[in-house]
């Protein structure tokens, strides 16, 4: 059955997360994530994809701790964490970066970066993590977390907050959302460094090809099942298949 697949990691290494039988619904009881059992090794870069609406968000707010799954477990580390907050798994290493970020008003940049960190950063470290994620640290580690910054700035901010917290186990929600070309091009050799350095757990929910490029696995959750997961080269030729299948022939699209 789809809803008991299980995807393994390729890599000895300890178990980093584990999910049993994970089920989520809404309160109309309708299934939103209906039986998911996924486990990913330590220090990979797993990047989790899918059509829209098929439960991806949902499951990465599951492991964060922004919900709480109806039945089933969530193994970090060989404990199980499904009954805990978001704070109580931010204390055992999880972050987690907001598709949509919260906006902290009285709060500086600076502020917002060493508090992720747990101490003060140099300026070296605060223009290194603002440098990642394409933006000057001198133009911005002073300003207020508030309106005059726009949405794929809080957005950038935010990302380079989870970067400075070294958690064991790092989620990001779609992190191309709102962000220039020149900047998701920094972020994606971000990953890339983080992964080569092992910083680190990275889950990436994206439809992004060139994520899904940097991949160690990639994991296909469509009606909050496991459709498909496996190392990135078995994985990624099925996906740019049937992408290519998906389109219009003789590029009449919208005739």
């Not at 039988?21 to 486990?39: A, R």
């Not at 098929?54 to 039945?71: D, M, N, R, V, W």
């Not at 931010?90 to 902290?104: D, E, K, S």
Request: glycine share 10%; charged share 25%.
């Amino acid at each position: 059955k789809e809803s008991s697949i299980t995807f393994v990691a390729e890599r000895e290494g300890m178990c980093m997360l584990k999910l049993e039988h994970l089920v989520w619904n809404l309160s109309s009881g309708e299934g939103i994530i209906n039986g998911i059992d996924l486990t990913i090794k330590e220090g990979r870069l797993v990047v989790v994809t899918g059509p829209n609406g098929g439960g991806k968000t949902t499951l990465a707010k599951l492991i964060a701790g922004l919900e709480s799954p109806a039945s089933g477990k969530i193994l970090f580390e060989g404990k199980d964490i499904a009954s805990m907050n978001i704070t109580d798994r931010a204390r055992l290493g999880i972050a987690y970066a907001f598709q949509q970020p919260v906006r902290f008003k009285g709060l500086t940049v600076r502020d917002i970066l060493e508090l992720a960190a747990g101490q003060k950063l140099s300026e070296d470290r605060l223009c290194d993590l603002m440098g990642k994620v394409g933006l000057c640290a001198n133009e911005y580690i002073d300003r207020e977390l508030n309106a005059s910054l726009s949405g794929g700035e809080i957005k950038r901010i935010e990302i380079a907050s989870v970067l400075a917290r070294n958690a064991k186990l790092s989620i990001f929600d779609e992190p191309e959302a709102g962000i220039d070309l020149w900047s998701f091009s920094r972020l994606v050799e971000a990953f890339q460094d983080l992964r080569s350095q092992g910083h680190g757990t990275l889950l990436i929910i994206s439809h992004q090809e060139r994520i899904l490029s940097i991949a160690d696995e990639i994991v296909v959750v469509a009606n909050g099942r496991v459709r498909a997961a496996g190392p990135k080269h078995e994985i990624l030729p099925t996906l740019l298949a049937d992408e290519r299948s998906a389109r219009c022939p003789l590029g009449k699209e919208g005739v």
